[in-house]
T-cell receptor
Framework: SQTIHQWPATLVQPVGSPLSLECTVEGTSNPNLYWYRQAAGRGLQLLFYSVGIGQISSEVPQNLSASRPQDRQFILSSKKLLLSDSGFYLC??????????????FGQGTRLTVV | AQKVTQAQTEISVVEKEDVTLDCVYETRDTTYYLFWYKQPPSGELVFLIRRNSFDEQNEISGRYSWNFQKSTSSFNFTITASQVVDSAVYFCALSVYSGAGSYQLTFGKGTKLSVIP
């Protein structure tokens, strides 16, 4: 069965520090991978998605970047965090092929607080 | 561009009452998929249901039921005899194929449901 791992679960970082959140998927190959952010009391905002190794699409200009060094690994990074980067970050995957198999499965999320 | 609107930001009901969560979507694609997710206080999103654009048959799963109407671009979610464990934020989402193996998944802003004992 497929599983998705996301870590760390919680993170408190000072303003200006770097960030690296990691997400890995097991049990599937060539998934579409997504990073979402959920600010307090708000909905899910798509940040990045990737259909393959080295391929990243950015939905919103921001202080963040993403990379996909391996098929089942998706990393969210920042060189210098801002207070506004605080939020709940969710990684998700969707099967990359086949109509109908398009539900997204989410990791447990990382609650980031920038202080 | 795709859009999902959940007009109800927060709803409170007393336990055992029925409650309907509204979802209205916009897309120009003729093939698309609609979803409902539940986000309990723990934060993880839990997949509840998927509906494709060619299947307007309503679905019932225990206390949950979904009403998909293409004519009004709505995909509403009803919980019958609500329970305290139903308290969560519920998200409606829309997925369309955007080519090259990529699906664009758009979420509504969510409806926070509080079930009061």
């Amino acid at each position: 069965s497929q599983t998705i791992h996301q870590w760390p679960a919680t993170l408190v970082q000072p303003v200006g520090s770097p960030l690296s959140l990691e997400c890995t998927v097991e049990g599937t190959s060539n998934p579409n991978l997504y990073w979402y952010r959920q600010a307090a009391g708000r909905g899910l905002q798509l940040l990045f998605y990737s259909v393959g190794i080295g391929q990243i699409s950015s939905e919103v200009p921001q202080n963040l970047s993403a990379s996909r060094p391996q098929d089942r690994q998706f990393i969210l990074s920042s060189k210098k965090l801002l207070l506004s980067d605080s939020g709940f970050y969710l990684c998700a995957w969707v099967r990359g092929q086949g109509l109908g198999n398009t539900e997204a499965f989410f990791g447990q999320g990382t609650r980031l607080t920038v202080v | 561009a795709q859009k999902v609107t959940q007009a109800q930001t927060e709803i409170s009901v007393v336990e055992k009452e029925d409650v309907t969560l509204d979802c209205v979507y916009e897309t120009r694609d003729t093939t698309y998929y609609l979803f409902w997710y539940k986000q309990p206080p723990s934060g993880e999103l839990v997949f509840l249901i998927r509906r494709n654009s060619f299947d307007e048959q309503n679905e019932i799963s225990g206390r949950y039921s979904w009403n998909f109407q293409k004519s009004t671009s709505s995909f509403n979610f009803t919980i019958t005899a609500s329970q305290v464990v139903d308290s969560a934020v519920y998200f409606c989402a829309l997925s369309v194929y955007s080519g090259a193996g990529s699906y664009q998944l758009t979420f509504g802003k969510g409806t926070k449901l509080s079930v009061i004992p």
